[in-house]
């Protein structure tokens, strides 16, 4: 019997059906002690389960602002306690004291320091947080990874769909889509709500991204539009924004959990100690948090990579910005990049040239203060991290490629520079070089131009033939099947397609190929076979619009569509709409928002065809109206229709009115860190050499799971019978 009474509190604070909700997940309980996220995330699951829809949401919430005022309560305690008179740690003894002499000397100030921290923390949390402090909302690995990949909002877009909150489903389902773009389930109930009466365009606002990235974007926007006077505020608010996330970030790296980590750790090491090395190993923890920060700020939601030197690439525009107005400022952050890279040849030559202008030289003209105490606190962070690298065996992965070779020990240097070397591999698929002109393709044999963009009556559109032999298209069809009769497909689960009730739709993408090639549910050959098609397709896409700029795959789905029997009669609809693949296609006006749920980095489309023993499904283009159509493609194996993802090039496809139609859409993106690291992680795992019979493999598959897969685990637990997943 789930704890109905523990719910009642909770559904007072919800306002009644009908009345208006404030944006966002608003605190429902302000000024009263925060609860255990654990605890309230597993009630409001239970509820979910129990199809209690008004407590799951406000348990659910709840379980967000506990966490959140967790961080909050940590940030400011620490920075609190920090500031206490006599709250400075004593510093270390140098190498020239002697043994006993230093340890006489310092031991007894740092431990007193350490209870004096400990003390004011204790009271500040319990404070904050209510009797127990922040040991009593203690968050575990699991949750947190639950939280990161923002679970909560997927059981709460569904609740809130059956409360007939329609405004706040959207913003749920966008707020977890953003962090999982590649969730097709989630992507299926996205395109649901787009068609639903009651959900308007800014319904679709994420409730959990750090402003900076907003700010960050804005500012990049109107750089790009040569808008230097309306950048710089949006940069400089990125800027201390993503400082004040980072302080946020290591501010959790003192939290229980990572006290819980390094146990752990040395537990799984076999590592054994006393007091001194207990400490140590609980600071390297820390330590070893804290350096990663950065990445982490760095990192958008959804993505699994940062993106490159964040914060010295702020400051390159800021002072690129500021040399247009104000020198002063363009100086102070000119000298703020060369804290990170003093040798840095472009950075010298823009600080000579503002000197110049600026004249005789101006006292106090310096770096900026919060980066110099960024540098300066990292710098001495990663000393201690190297020291215990190279004394202790401790390891440390460091995340930034300005750390001086100075602060790197000797005997670490070379093992770090062949680390630091497989890098790039190890985050992308190798690029061959690119190909210097189209006709270059033709070099790959039985490959031609079939119709060009003249011949297509439109723009960056192409048709090639000669890509996969028939043998291979045997081969990916083969590989489609046996997934599909394992019941291990990655989409849609062989139900009806998203787009039309008459067909049924299958999905594969290249990483499940390559688990269920690994457990040996479908062939390596077929699994093999599709990765080295997609850099196929990937090479020749670039070879023909974009010799001079390297393209990236972003995402490869190995796609089929059947005709439901009995259901074709007087058919009208399509097989999938017209669309664009970058942006939000309005027929009304014409026009294509780039913006999301549209996957705005998308650069290129292309559909190659396995087979042509079907009725229907050809792809057509249309005009922006999407009503008048220039042209369209016959399917048939081993052909590549290819396009730019833009406005240009709206298209859909033809109803598939008999038979199965299959097909390996990928998507380009100039961006690499757009990049489908999906497609390394299989690379690696069919790489990996076999399994002994009987070990086990574990799941790589970085998707979470949808709610109905995690609900059946809490029925089972709870001995009820399993619910139907309503549709949307």
């Keep these: 019997m789930f704890r109905l009474l523990q719910w009642l509190p909770l559904l007072l604070l919800l306002p009644p059906p009908g009345s208006p909700e404030p944006p966002g997940l608003a605190p429902l309980s302000a000024g009263a002690p925060p609860q255990a996220p654990d605890l309230l995330y597993a009630d409001g699951l239970r509820a979910y389960a ?83 402090g922040a040991a009593r909302l203690r968050v575990g690995s699991a949750l947190q990874d639950a939280f990161r990949r923002r679970e909560p909002y997927n059981y709460l877009q569904r609740a809130y769909y059956q409360l007939k909150k329609l405004d706040l489903a959207a913003a749920a389902a966008h707020t977890f889509f953003v962090a999982n773009p590649t969730h097709l389930q989630m992507r299926e109930d996205m395109a649901k709500y787009r068609r639903m009466s009651g959900v308007r365009p800014q319904s679709f606002r994420d409730l959990e991204t750090p402003p900076y990235w907003a700010a960050y974007d804005t500012g990049l926007e109107l750089l790009g539009h040569q808008e230097a006077a309306l950048a710089l505020p949006w940069l400089e608010e990125a800027l201390q924004e993503s400082l004040a996330q980072v302080e946020s970030c290591r501010a959790g790296c003192e939290g229980p959990e990572e006290q819980q980590k390094a146990e752990e750790e040395a537990e799984g090491t076999g590592s054994s100690g006393g007091l001194y090395e207990a400490i140590a190993g609980h600071w390297i923890g820390v330590l070893r948090c804290r350096q990663r920060c950065v990445g982490d700020t760095a990192t958008r939601p959804g993505r699994s990579f940062p993106v490159p030197d964040f914060l010295p690439s702020q400051l390159r525009r800021l002072h690129e910005a500021h040399a247009q107005g104000n020198l002063s400022q363009a100086v102070e952050n000119v000298l703020s990049v060369l804290l990170f890279y003093p040798e840095d040849e472009a950075a010298r030559k823009a600080l000579d040239q503002y000197q110049a202008q600026l004249g005789e030289p101006r006292p106090g003209l310096g770096p900026r203060e919060d980066i110099q105490r960024f540098v300066l606190r990292s710098l001495g962070e990663k000393r201690q991290l190297y020291y215990a690298m190279e004394h202790l065996g401790a390891s440390f992965k460091d995340p930034d490629p300005w750390t001086p070779a100075a602060f790197i020990p000797e005997a670490l240097r070379e093992k770090l520079r062949e680390d630091q070397e497989k890098t790039p591999w190890d985050r992308e698929p190798p690029q061959p070089k690119p190909l210097t002109h189209w006709k270059d393709v033709l070099l790959l044999e039985g490959v031609t131009l079939t119709q060009d963009a003249r011949q297509l009556n439109g723009s960056e559109r192409a048709v090639l033939d000669g890509l996969l032999t028939p043998a291979e298209c045997r081969v990916l069809l083969q590989l489609a099947k046996d997934a599909a009769e394992s019941g291990a497909r990655s989409g849609y689960q062989g139900r009806r397609s998203p787009h039309t009730p008459h067909e049924r739709f299958e999905g594969l993408t290249v990483l499940k190929a390559a688990q269920l090639a690994r457990a040996g549910v479908v062939g390596s050959q077929g699994a093999q076979l599709l990765l080295e098609v997609s850099e196929r397709v990937r090479s020749l896409t670039q070879a023909y619009f974009s010799p001079d700029r390297p393209l990236h795959l972003s995402f490869t789905h190995l796609v089929c569509r059947s005709a439901i029997e009995g259901e074709q009669a007087q058919r009208m609809d399509l097989s999938h709409p017209v669309h664009a693949d970058n942006c939000v296609l309005d027929p009304d006006t014409g026009e294509c928002w780039r913006e999301p749920p549209a996957y705005t980095y998308r650069d290129y489309s292309g ?53 199965r139609r299959c097909s390996l859409a990928l998507w380009h993106t100039w961006a690499p860190e757009h990049g489908e690291q999906e497609w390394t992680e299989a690379k690696e795992l069919l790489q990996e050499p076999e399994k002994e019979e009987g070990e086990g493999m574990p799941s790589r598959d970085p998707a979470p799971e949808p709610p109905s897969h995690r609900l059946q685990r809490v029925q089972d637990k709870a001995g009820k019978p399993p619910r139907v997943r309503e549709e949307l």
Excluded: I, K
């Design 50 to 132: 129990a199809g209690a829809w008004a407590p799951a949401v406000a348990l659910l919430r709840e379980a967000l602002r506990s966490r959140a005022a967790l961080g909050r309560a940590r940030l400011d305690c620490g920075a609190r306690c920090a500031a206490e008179p006599g709250a400075a740690l004593p510093a270390s003894p140098g190498p020239d004291s002697g043994p006993g002499a230093a340890r006489g000397a310092w031991e007894p100030l740092l431990l007193r320091a350490a209870l004096r921290r400990a003390e004011c923390l204790t009271q500040c949390g319990a404070r904050r947080l209510g009797p127990g």
């Design 607 to 659: 559909l190659l065809y396995l087979n042509d023993d079907f009725q229907g499904g050809h792809l057509f283009f249309t005009e922006p109206n999407a009503l008048t159509v220039t042209a369209q493609v016959r399917p048939r194996c081993g052909r590549l229709v290819a396009f730019s993802s833009g406005v240009e090039n709206p298209h859909g496809v033809w109803a598939v009115t008999r038979g």
